[in-house]
């Protein structure tokens, strides 16, 4: 888990520019989505926080 | 307490990557970036910036960090710190592959043996079936069904169990108390009271020992001693 967690969070991004940059900000509302897990289900934030609260990790991908 | 991550990947390479990496939370696939531009962003090279949200219950966004440089990232520690900050949790109950105990409802089969007196005392054996509901991480309360043999062969009662957890919840230390009906022949009110060990042994199963005493209105009065296995379920 932890190593898991660790390899998602440790993306490199050396040399590269921001060209867009986030639009969500600490204490706002969090924007709804629904994305497609690895099975090809759809996931819905909405769904997953009413278990409980949610977190989010972006990571660049396998490569 | 849910965690989701979050990519540019296709769900066939995400599957891939789940199970090379053993990871037991769903990755989801944010093709066009659409959500990673929202809540991390995008960089030069079309992919989203690496970064961590963390949502509350009510969904407010209650932490963020957003990587800028190759040595900028968020340590486990500091995530599992942050999230422990602002959620009010434990590392345990998120580290955990299970839940956490305010989320497991049960289902529990015991048995065992004792003795009941009426007069003159005698050997009996006893089971009981109970459905188990978290009222905090300190209190279940739900419906038990008992059964001995001799001289109470169907109890039904309403049990309240006071717990305190031991081993960062994996195990707790219990004491139950029961007030019910010995509905079979109508034999009138019982009540017991129970002392005993509870141990996940694994996210969905434990087995709990238990010793405790039994009343009876219609004359008995009995002290036995129980083995049992709970199935596990998550209720939130």
């Given at each position: 888990m932890r190593l898991a967690m660790l390899a998602l969070v440790s993306g490199c991004v050396t040399g590269?520019?921001?060209t867009t940059a986030a639009s969500v900000a600490d204490g706002s509302q969090a924007p709804a989505f629904a994305l497609p897990d690895q099975n090809g289900h759809t996931v819905a934030l909405a769904d997953e926080l009413a278990h409980g609260p949610v977190v989010l990790v972006f990571y660049r991908g396998y490569w | 307490m849910r965690l989701l991550a979050i990519s540019a990947d296709e769900p066939h390479d995400s599957r891939l990557f789940k199970m090379m990496m053993r990871i037991w939370f769903p990755l989801l696939s944010d093709g066009d970036l659409a959500v990673s531009r929202v809540y991390a962003g995008e960089t030069s090279d079309v992919n989203a910036l690496p970064g961590v949200t963390i949502i509350d219950r009510s969904g407010r966004i209650v932490f963020r960090q957003v990587a800028?440089?190759?040595?900028?990232r968020i340590s486990t520690a500091d995530l599992l710190a942050a999230i422990d900050r602002t959620l009010g949790t434990h590392g345990p109950d998120v580290t955990n592959r299970g839940f956490a105990a305010i989320e497991r409802a049960q289902i529990r089969l015991d048995a065992g043996g004792g003795i009941v007196t009426s007069g003159h005392t005698s050997g009996t054996g006893v089971a009981s079936l109970a459905g188990l509901f978290p009222i905090d991480r300190y209190l279940l309360v739900g419906p038990r069904v008992g059964f001995e043999p001799?001289?109470?062969?169907l109890d039904a009662e309403l049990e309240l169990i006071a717990r305190l957890p031991i081993w960062h919840d994996a195990g707790a230390i219990e004491l139950a108390a029961d007030g019910g009906y010995s509905i079979f022949d109508d034999r009138g009110p019982t009540a017991a009271a129970r002392a005993g060990l509870w141990f996940a042994v694994s996210p969905t199963w434990s087995v709990q020992l238990d010793g405790g005493a039994s009343w009876h209105e219609h004359g008995t009065v009995g002290a036995f001693a129980t083995l049992g296995l709970a199935r596990l379920f998550r209720i939130h």
């Open positions: 590269l520019r921001v | 800028s440089a190759k040595d900028d001799r001289d109470a062969p």
